[in-house]
């Protein structure tokens, strides 16, 4: 994966993760580091701990690899110098959404918020918003599994108060 | 699958537009309350939704059918606006962002309703107050005193309106960035706003054509701009800190500037009271070098000028 040149033999740190299903993940510190929840497990503790396993209750296994992935290649971008240009920062955004699903980009969203990680929630929260522009509401529902819980009578009366939202504009 | 938290269904919030964001409050009761709920309002670019193909025309040029037009669509805008910050200030929740653009036919008889907004967003303790008033005739809309009172407000942004009846004592503790843009000020002002407000580090004067003199002094400025104020006729500026000075505008005599830090200046023709270019004379040439004298950090000067009698090789 992102450790192809590491030119030097200085050792980098890792640190082990274990997602929600008990596999373990070792990663470089910096990386880990990305991740609020997993540094606030250190804070204090700087050297003592590093051995220990971070226990990440709310991440399936399922989504380390690519939530890795998008941090090691995140943060190499914002090492280099000069900055890469942004037609190769944006190639790798749309690779790394490309083959998600809707239910697997959820999840992401999920687990970027327990991580607590900003760059990878802000990215993950535009791209939800980005399938959901000038859909339906049925879609969108369907979208995020949401559960209508209005009666016929209450949602019809949300979109005559807000008509306006759900047809073009008026005829005048 | 389970649901997403509600703070990443307000993340997803802010990627989509105004309009967006009203179509979620129909999926479900628990979107409706994080409807009600989203903390940034951008009525800015929701005026112009609302008024449509009339948003960049001139109202003063409207034929009849369309000022009925305006004013229909403007009505709707308004009772949008009204209901949904009523709505919320329900809540007794914290306003992040509160963006309005509007445009006015009728200063007087409309500046209630936005004395009332403001007023809202003020209590909601509005972070970032951004107010864009679009005047066609010479009326302005005047700010509410209250403003100068908004202490968890850290960026004001202003365009188009008036600020008046500054208060003796101005509580803007949080404030760290200023624009103010085509806004009817005094010297007073500004020299209160830059004095008074302790974390004030940016701070935009850009065609307020009224303005004669600014005086400036903080020891907290970061980056001043001040561009396009056609009647200014006095500097005097102290600022030690400042990391950041850009001037563009006809050079004036005699500059009191301390700043030691890089400058861009940009130098144009001076304008009359039609506001015609004036031509450039022996005059503006020497307040032009007068200018230039006063800094010796000057990275950039531009002279964006233009001129009958003088050739300039």
């Excluded at chain 1, 990680?117 to 339906?136: G, V």
């Excluded at chain 2, 365009?159 to 500054?166: P, Q």
């Amino acid at each position: 994966m992102a450790s192809s040149s590491s030119s030097s033999s200085t050792q980098v740190k890792k640190i082990t993760l274990k997602a929600a299903d008990g596999k373990h993940f070792e990663v470089e510190e910096p990386v880990a580091m990305e991740m609020e929840t997993v540094k606030s497990f250190f804070v204090g503790n700087e050297d003592a701990m590093k051995d220990m396993v971070v226990p990440l209750l709310n991440v399936s296994s399922e989504h380390m690899p690519a939530i890795l992935d998008f941090y090691r290649n995140h943060s190499e971008f914002r090492k280099r110098t000069p900055p890469p240009p942004a037609e190769e920062v944006k190639a790798f955004n749309e690779a790394f959404l490309e083959n998600k699903s809707d239910e697997q980009l959820m999840e992401m969203i999920m687990a970027a918020n327990f991580l607590n990680t900003k760059e990878l929630l802000n990215f993950l929260t535009e791209a939800a918003a980005n399938r959901i522009k000038n859909k339906s509401v049925e879609y969108v529902r369907a979208f995020f599994g949401i559960e209508n819980d209005f009666t016929p009578e209450e949602e019809a009366r949300i979109r005559a108060e807000n008509e306006w939202a759900f047809d073009g504009l008026d005829e005048d | 699958m389970d649901e997403l938290p509600d703070f990443t269904i307000h993340h997803i919030m802010i990627y989509l537009s105004a309009k967006e964001v009203v179509q979620t409050s129909v999926l479900s009761k628990k979107w409706f309350n994080l409807y009600v709920s989203f903390a940034i309002f951008d009525f800015h670019e929701l005026y112009k939704w609302f008024i449509g193909d009339l948003s960049n025309k001139n109202p003063a040029t409207f034929r009849k059918n369309e000022t009925i037009r305006f004013h229909k669509r403007l009505n709707r805008f308004t009772e949008f606006v009204d209901a949904f910050l009523v709505r919320f200030s329900n809540q007794k929740l914290c306003m992040q962002k509160f963006r309005l653009l509007i445009g006015l036919l009728d200063v007087e008889a409309s500046s209630f309703l936005h004395d009332k907004w403001i007023e809202l967003a003020l209590r909601n303790g509005v972070k970032e107050l951004d107010l864009n008033v679009q005047i066609y005739k010479n009326a302005m809309y005047t700010l509410p005193w209250t403003i100068f009172t908004a202490a968890s407000m850290n960026a004001l942004t202003l365009e188009g309106c008036k600020l008046e009846h500054i208060p003796e004592i101005i509580r803007l503790y949080s404030l760290k960035c200023l624009i103010l843009n085509k806004v009817a000020i005094n010297k007073e002002i500004v020299q209160k706003l830059t004095s008074q407000c302790p974390l004030l580090e940016g701070l935009k004067v850009s065609s307020c054509v009224l303005i004669v003199r600014i005086t400036i002094s903080s020891y907290r400025l970061k980056k001043l701009s001040i561009s396009s104020c056609i009647k200014l006729k006095e500097i005097e500026i102290d600022t030690p800190n400042l990391l950041y000075f850009y001037h563009s505008n006809h050079p004036i005599l005699t500059p009191i500037v301390n700043a030691p830090c890089p400058w861009e200046l940009h130098f144009k023709n001076a304008i009359d009271d039609l506001g015609n270019k004036v031509d450039l004379d022996a005059q503006w040439f020497l307040n032009m070098k007068d200018f230039l004298g006063v800094s010796n950090q000057i990275r950039f000067l531009v002279m964006d000028v233009w001129s009958k009698r003088v050739q300039i090789a």
